[in-house]
């Protein structure tokens, strides 16, 4: 029987994101002395910048990242690595170019790979999970329609590595960055529920007052696919790391 994940609200969202970079450190530091590889599954946008750069300051404190294997969820279709608004761009400056992670490690999808190549290029991201001997950790953030990755409502629980069409609420949230809606990609490739269910442990980040209704929804009995996170209510490792804002519905 599905059991809602649980959950923790912090004082803020930079102490939420201190708390799981701390719990990232210690797996890291925890496998490295059993000589085995992390792997980590990385999000973007604006709710893990505060995580990564915890992250940033652990290594400068000593925490090395040279035994960790990074998958990332998703990228839009159609833009390049050079595109200021991909998500290369984003893992790197934000995360990458300040640690000492080996770049072989980093796996992002491509975004501009030929149309006739997609199905195969998801397999083969599939595979290097797979290879890699699955995700150990993986970090989510939430939409307000309720996605996790790009797994829009309506999304199937068993699908793996896929393209999809963006949501029109997902495209409106990311219009100002693309300097209108018109200018948004309307499709990206993402990890798929199943891919994301995978992992031996979830970590999903929510700050601020417009995430609590969806929060609330995510974390009340009941699986549906049109709230993709609830899907999240099957697995049974996951931890919503919470400000007290995006808690507040939360008894």
């Not at 998801?122 to 939409?143: K, R, T």
């Not at 990609?185 to 980040?205: C, E, F, H, N, S």
Request: proline share 4%; aromatic share 6%.
């Amino acid at each position: 029987m599905p059991e809602v994940p649980s959950y923790r609200i912090f004082a803020s969202s930079q102490s939420a994101s201190k708390a799981l970079a701390e719990d990232i450190s210690q797996l890291i530091r925890s496998r490295d002395s059993e000589e085995r590889t992390t792997v980590l599954g990385l999000a973007t946008g604006n709710t893990p910048v505060q995580l990564y750069k915890e992250l940033i300051r652990m290594h400068r404190d000593g925490l090395s990242f040279r035994n960790v294997v990074t998958f990332n969820l998703d990228e839009y279709i159609g833009i390049d690595r050079e595109h200021p608004e991909s998500y290369w761009q984003f893992m790197h400056s934000h995360l990458f170019n300040h640690i000492d992670i080996n770049p072989e490690n980093i796996h992002i999808p491509e975004g501009m790979v030929a149309a006739d190549n997609i199905e195969s290029h998801c397999s083969a991201y599939e595979n290097q999970i797979e290879e890699a001997g699955g995700i150990d950790l993986q970090v989510l953030g939430i939409g307000r329609n309720g996605h996790i990755g790009f797994n829009e409502p309506g999304v199937s629980p068993d699908v793996a590595t896929h393209a999809t069409e963006l949501n029109q609420v997902t495209i409106n949230d990311a219009a100002e960055a693309f300097g209108g809606a018109a200018d948004v990609p309307q499709r990206a490739i993402t990890m798929g529920v199943k891919t994301i269910l995978g992992a031996q442990r979830i970590a999903l980040l929510a700050f601020g007052s417009s995430k609590a209704d969806i929060v609330e929804r995510a974390l009340t009995s009941g699986i549906t696919s049109e709230v993709p996170a609830t899907y999240l209510q099957s697995h049974n490792d996951t931890t919503f790391f919470l400000d007290q804002d995006a808690g507040k519905r939360l008894s």
